[in-house]
């Protein structure tokens, strides 16, 4: 594996006209990050992730200070994985001026976690877009644990990048609580409720598969999660196509976001 800190070298040394799969995370690296890079590595001739934890997509800078980090260990899983290429870029040269930072998104698109966290995924956009002017790969993989920002990529960017977005499955647990970084941020009591909403969820999902018309019942589903833990930022069903209240049985998806101990988290089934 190669290391890269910076941008300039790595598009010296690395022909991106070949068949490149470009991995973009933010380190703290667990099975659902394996599976994406797994996923380029089947499809593409070479495999490049990127480590960076991107400030403009964080709402509260407590949150920033608060992301788990752990390079040595992230090294390893890479090298394992024999990964070809890791890119580890510094602030500034992914961002050569403040208004790099942040990339607007329409009023129709502000719902879900673009309402209740406002300027992340303009942060997150922003990230993409200068990853990809710079980088130019043949694909991006990215994880349907984040569907709304898989969404608003595709929404943004599919006409102006020949990169081609690759949507993965969501990687869970047997306790079917979806990996994610910030679940090294919970006690097992914690893993114990939130494994219990995604359930819950999972479990909700099927019975409106089932039955449509039990999709009345979100306000009762939604108190009886209330009791499990501490605050739901939303609990919404909504079309999967464009993220519309317009749904039906063949394209709703059901979203959620809720803190457990000031750690946020977010599902979707």
Do not use: W
């Not at 991995?23 to 667990?30: I, Q, R, S, W």
């Not at 509260?60 to 090294?75: E, I, S």
């Amino acid at each position: 594996m190669i290391i890269f800190k910076s941008i300039n070298k790595l598009n010296k040394e690395v022909n991106f006209k070949a068949n490149v799969g470009f991995v973009p995370t933010m380190g703290a690296l667990h099975k659902g990050h394996i599976s994406l890079i797994n996923s380029s590595k089947k499809k593409c001739e070479k495999t490049l992730v990127s480590i960076f934890i991107n400030p403009s997509q964080f709402n509260k800078k407590k949150d920033l200070r608060k992301y788990p980090r752990n390079l040595q260990k992230d090294l390893k899983i890479l090298k394992k994985l024999k990964v070809d290429y890791l890119l580890i870029p510094k602030i500034g040269e992914i961002y050569k001026n403040k208004k790099d930072m942040k990339i607007k998104i329409i009023r129709k698109n502000k719902v879900l976690c673009a309402r209740y966290r406002p300027g992340h995924f303009e942060g997150v956009l922003a990230v993409i877009n200068q990853f990809l002017i710079n980088i130019k790969p043949k694909f991006i993989f990215l994880g349907e644990k984040d569907y709304q920002q898989i969404f608003l990529i595709k929404s943004l960017f599919k006409r102006k990048f020949k990169t081609k977005i690759v949507k993965c499955k969501t990687v869970r647990l047997n306790n079917l609580l979806p990996y994610s970084s910030r679940n090294l941020l919970l006690s097992k009591n914690e893993i114990k409720k939130a494994s219990s909403v995604s359930k819950y969820i999972y479990k909700f999902y099927l019975s409106i598969k089932k039955n449509f018309n039990n999709r009345l019942k979100i306000k009762k589903v939604k108190k009886n999660i209330e009791s499990k833990i501490v605050k739901i930022d939303y609990f919404e069903i909504r079309n999967k196509l464009n993220l519309s209240k317009n749904f039906n049985k063949k394209n709703f998806k059901i979203f959620i976001a809720y803190e457990l101990n000031s750690i946020r988290l977010i599902d979707n089934f």
